[in-house]
C-alpha cells in the first residue's frame, strides 16, 4: 500500500547547489531592479509594459503548476481513487508555483507598493478580468495552504490513536471539511484559468488569429487540464526510480496521461476548427515568425503524444515533457510571439528579465526539494 513519507537524506546536494545558483544571480538583479527601476534590467516599454514577467511567473506559471488542479477534479469528483498517490505532491507544487506567480507581480509592477489598492474595497475594479483572475489565484493560495495542512500536522503527530495531540485534532477536523476545500480547489483554477484567456480576448486584433477567438477561455482551461496531468506525471517520476522499471507503477502513469492525450486531442481540433472560423486559415501556411512557432507548439505535443504509445519509463517522461513544453509555449505564442502592442512595435526580453523568470522557477523547486524531505509529500511503497 502506498503512504507519503518524508524522503530525507542530504539538504545540499549538486542540484540544489545549481538552483541556488540561479535564484543567487536573479536576487542580484532584482536588487537591481528595485535600487535603479523597471528600465536598468527590462526591454518594457511604455509601447510594450506586456512582457515575459507577466507571460512566464503568471500565464506559464499557473499552467505549469496546475497539478492541484486536475489530482483534485480526477480523485475527488471524478472518483479515481487509484491516482490518490499524487494529490499531495501535486497540491505541494501548486501552492509554491502560484505564491511565486503572485509574488512576480511586485517586480512586475512599477509601483508596486500600489498592489495594496487590490484589498482595499473602494478601489476595486469589479468589472475587470485581471481583477477576477487576482481574486481567485489569492483565494486558491489559501485554499492549496488548507489542503497541504494534513501533510504538514502529520510531522507533528504521534504514532498510533493520540486524540489529545493538538496536530491531530486539526488533522481530523481538516478531513471533516474536505468537501469545501477540494470544492474551491475546483472551482478556483476553472475560474482563473478561463481568466487568462479572458486577458487575451480584450486585447482584440493586437493578437494573430492563430490565437486569437472568442473561446480562448475555454481554450485555457482545457489545455491547462493537459498540462496538469503531464507536470504530475513528471514531478512524481523524479521521485520514484526505482519504480521505473515497474509494470504496474508506469501502467499507472500511462493511464493519467492516456487521459491528457483525450483532452490534448480535443484542444488541437478545436484550435483548427476556430482558425478557419475566424478566417485565420492562409496564416497556417504563411511564411512568417508567428506561423513558424505554431506550427512549434503543435509539433511538440503531437510528437509528446507519439511517444507516450511507448511503455518505457524514459518514453513517458519524454512525451511528457514534450507535451508540456507545447502547451506553455502556447500561452508564449498567445501574449508575446503573435502579440504586437501597436504597428512596428517589437519586444524581446532582455537576458536580466529572463533570468529573473529562470531564477524564480529555481526557487520553487528549491523550497519544493526541501520540503518533501521533511514532510511526508511524495507517496513510498
Known amino acids: 500500500m502506498d503512504h507519503e513519507k518524508p524522503l530525507g537524506g542530504k539538504y545540499f546536494t549538486a542540484p540544489v547547489a545549481f ?19 523597471i528600465g536598468s534590467v527590462s526591454n518594457l516599454t511604455d509601447h510594450q509594459s506586456w512582457g515575459v514577467w507577466k507571460v512566464l511567473g503568471v500565464l506559464v506559471g499557473a499552467a505549469f503548476v496546475n497539478g492541484g488542479y486536475v489530482t483534485a477534479l480526477l480523485v475527488y469528483i471524478i472518483n479515481k ?4 498517490r499524487f494529490v499531495r505532491q501535486a497540491v505541494l507544487f501548486s501552492l509554491l508555483g502560484y505564491t511565486i506567480a503572485a509574488s512576480s507581480l511586485v517586480y512586475d509592477t512599477g509601483r508596486y507598493v500600489n498592489l495594496l489598492n487590490f484589498f482595499i474595497p473602494q478601489y476595486m475594479q469589479p468589472n475587470s478580468a485581471l481583477f477576477e483572475v487576482g481574486i481567485c489565484i489569492t483565494v486558491y493560495i489559501v485554499v492549496l495552504s ?9 510531522k507533528f503527530m504521534p504514532e498510533g490513536p493520540a486524540t489529545d495531540n493538538l496536530a491531530a485534532k486539526l488533522h481530523s477536523f481538516l478531513n471533516k471539511i474536505l468537501f469545501l476545500t477540494v470544492g474551491f480547489g475546483v472551482l ?23 490565437w486569437q477567438t472568442p473561446w480562448i477561455s475555454f481554450l485555457y482551461v482545457v489545455s491547462s487540464i493537459f498540462m496538469g496531468t503531464c507536470i504530475v506525471i513528471l514531478v512524481d517520476m523524479m521521485y520514484q526510480r526505482k519504480n521505473l522499471k515497474n509494470k504496474e507503477y508506469t501502467s499507472l502513469l500511462k493511464s ?18 476556430e482558425i478557419f472560423r475566424n478566417g485565420g486559415g492562409g496564416l497556417l501556411f504563411d511564411f512568417s515568425f508567428e506561423t513558424g512557432f505554431f506550427w512549434l507548439e503543435m509539433l511538440l505535443i503531437v510528437i509528446g503524444m507519439i511517444m507516450l504509445r511507448k511503455s518505457s519509463a ?22 508575446i510571439i503573435g502579440y504586437e502592442s501597436a504597428p512596428g512595435v517589437t519586444y524581446f526580453p532582455s537576458a536580466p528579465e529572463i533570468m529573473i523568470s529562470v531564477g524564480m522557477f529555481a526557487l520553487q523547486f528549491l523550497i519544493f526539494i ?3 524531505k521533511i514532510f511526508p509529500v511524495i507517496s513510498q511503497e
Open 19 to 37: 538552483l541556488s545558483l540561479l535564484f543567487l544571480i536573479c536576487a542580484y538583479f532584482l536588487v537591481i531592479r528595485y535600487i535603479n527601476g
Open 81 to 84: 481513487g487509484h491516482y490518490h
Open 146 to 154: 488548507i489542503e497541504f495542512l494534513p501533510g504538514f500536522l502529520e
Open 188 to 210: 478556483l483554477p476553472t475560474m482563473h484559468q478561463s481568466g487568462l484567456g479572458a486577458l487575451a480576448l480584450l486585447m482584440g486584433q493586437k493578437i494573430s488569429p492563430l
Open 256 to 273: 493519467i496521461l492516456k487521459i491528457g492525450m483525450y483532452v490534448a486531442i480535443f484542444w488541437i481540433v478545436f484550435r483548427f476548427v
Open 314 to 335: 524514459r518514453s513517458i517522461f519524454t512525451g511528457a515533457s514534450l507535451m508540456i513544453a507545447g502547451g506553455l509555449l502556447y500561452r508564449i505564442n498567445t501574449y
Open 370 to 372: 526541501t520540503l518533501v
